[in-house]
């Protein structure tokens, strides 16, 4: 696949910014669901938002049939809907129309955001992994995409990742792109600053709020000066 040089990129007419020094909300949480939950998963799930704000949750549990999710994810989505934060499904366009849910994550195996645009109508996220390719997020917006996720930025043992993008990245799209861009990979209070600072819109994030020593509402609080520290831009 062809890569472009930033010069391209900066001055291609379809990608180039439009935007003139608007409003860019503050960084905001988006929340992946542990690789494997119970029943009893939904009661963390509340105590987790109870932590501070969350703007989306992710629904990921790899392996298991469709069916399985869907039971999972009643009581999640609905927690979701009452909590206000967007209910998104991983992998899947198709279950992600089944169940109704606010947005679907797309890996760059996981289908074409066209053709998932065109089953899930205007109004559902799409998201798209985009690893550390400033060329595939340009293929991703140009293809309708709601957001672009960047990482993994640092190791993690949630997933096996082979990409390992530098803060600058965050920085580039912003500078270029409205959309808004999600860091992901191994992401923990104590090591995002440099990724808000850089301009990620969403810090999504697994293991530091899941695996955190004093529980998951504990996890989501630790969070929130980091979050707090980018200041956005004043309205033009
Ligand atoms: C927000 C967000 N970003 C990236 C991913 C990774 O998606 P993918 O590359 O398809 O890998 P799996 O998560 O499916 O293992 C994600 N899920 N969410
Ligand atoms: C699901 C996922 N995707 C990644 C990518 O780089 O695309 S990293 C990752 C794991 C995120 O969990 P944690 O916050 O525990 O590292
Ligand atoms: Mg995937």
């Known amino acids: 696949m062809t890569d472009f040089t930033d010069e391209e990129l900066a001055l291609d007419p379809q990608f180039a910014a439009q935007f003139e020094q608007g409003f860019r909300p503050a960084c905001q949480l988006y929340l992946i669901s542990p690789p494997a939950i119970d029943a009893s998963f939904v009661d963390r799930l509340a105590t987790a938002f109870d932590g501070g704000h969350v703007a989306a949750f992710q629904l990921r549990l790899k392996g298991i049939p469709d069916d399985d999710i869907a039971r999972a994810a009643e009581p999640l989505q609905a927690l979701c809907a009452d909590r206000d934060v967007a209910f998104i499904i991983n992998d899947s366009v198709v279950l992600a129309q089944r169940l109704g849910a606010d947005g679907v994550h797309l890996g760059q195996g996981d289908g074409d955001p066209k053709v998932a645009r065109k089953l899930l109508g205007p109004k559902v996220q799409i998201g798209v992994t985009c690893h550390d390719s400033r060329h595939l997020a340009m293929e991703a917006g140009e293809a309708g995409a709601d957001y672009v996720a960047f990482g993994a930025f640092y190791p993690t043992s949630t997933k096996e990742t082979m990409h390992r993008p530098e803060p600058s990245i965050l920085g580039w799209w912003t500078t270029l792109f409205e959309l808004?861009?999600?860091?992901?990979?191994?992401?923990t209070?104590?090591?995002?600053?440099?990724?808000?600072?850089?301009?990620?819109?969403?810090?999504?994030?697994?293991?530091?709020?899941?695996?955190h020593p004093a529980g998951p509402r504990a996890g989501v609080a630790a969070f929130a000066d980091v979050l707090a520290s980018k200041t956005p831009p004043p309205r033009a």
């Open 180 to 187: 808004p861009c999600v860091a992901i990979g191994g992401i």
């Open 189 to 211: 209070a104590d090591n995002a600053a440099p990724l808000v600072a850089a301009g990620a819109d969403f810090l999504a994030v697994s293991g530091a709020v899941w695996n």
